[in-house]
C-alpha cells in the first residue's frame, strides 16, 4: 500500500530500516558515556562492575546500559531529568532525528516540497523501565502535548534494542485518527512519581482494534496527531528505548515558533556574575 494511502486509512505508516545501526550503536555509546560522567561527579556507588565503555560491544552489552540507567534511578530520580535533557540536546542525538530519510518520509507524509521547513518539538528518547505504570504514557492524542494551532506529524521508533509485546512496545488504536479531537480527561499530577497525563476515555478506545506494533531498531513510524496511542506496559526485565518526537510545519499558517526556557540546573546567570564580581572586587 502507498505510504500516504496507508497514513490516511490506518492513521500511521511505518518505514522498515531508514536509520543504520551505527547511529544505534552511537546513541548506544552516548548514554553510557553520560551516565558514567554522572556517577562520577554524584559520586554515586554501584553493587557491580562498571564495564569500561571502551571494551563495550554493541549489541551485546545493552545490559551493561541497562544497569546503569537502573543505579542512576535508585541513586536519585530527579537525575533521570537530567539525563533525558542531556542526551536530546548531544550531537548523537540531533543527527538520528536529523537522519535524511527521516525529514524525507516526514515531508512525503505531509506532502511538503524537498525545501519546505520542519520544526522539531519535544524529541527525546524514552527509558520506559520494567513493571512502572507510574510513567507509562496512557491512552492519549498528541494534539494536546504539542502548541495549539499547528500542523504536523508524530514519530516513534525503537531506538539502541527492538521494541516488543513483552517490553512494552508502542499501541495504537486503529483508524482512530478519522474520528478527529475525542472526549478525554486531564489528570494533574499525582504526586509520588505519577506523571500529569490527558488521558482518552475507556469507551472510545474500546471501539477501536488496538494494535500492539513490534518494531526493530531502524524502524520508524510515522502518525497522525489524532491517532490514539500509549505506550505497552513492560513485563521485561529491560529497558525499552525509543525515539519520540514532532516535525511542525513551519508554512502552516498557525504555527508560531514557541520561545525556548532553559533553566539552570545549578544557579542562575546572576548568580553566576554575583559571584564573579565578588572575587574581581575583593582582590
Known sequence: MDKLKELSENGFYIAKSITPISMHKEIFLTFYDVLISMISRHKSRTDFQIKNIEDLNYPDDIKELDKLVFAVSDFNRELMGELYDTVAYCSAFFKLIG???????????????SYSTMYSVTHRIRMDEPKDEMRRAAWHQEIFHSYPDTRFLQTWGPVIRNSTVSNGTIEVCKKSHQHGVVDQD???????????????????????????????????????????HRSGYNSSNEIRYSQVGLWNDCSYKGFRTPKPAFESRTFSPRDNYDMQMKKIRSQ
Do not use: C
Open 99 to 113: 537522519n535524511p530519510e527521516i525529514e524525507k518520509t516526514a515531508r512525503e507524509l505531509m506532502s511538503l516540497k
Open 186 to 228: 486531564w489528570e494533574e499530577f499525582k504526586g509520588g512519581g505519577y506523571a500529569q497525563r490527558i488521558i482518552v476515555k475507556d469507551e472510545i478506545v474500546k471501539k477501536h482494534e488496538i494494535l500492539q506494533l513490534e518494531m526493530n531498531i531502524g524502524d520508524v513510524m510515522f502518525f497522525d496527531r489524532h491517532l490514539i
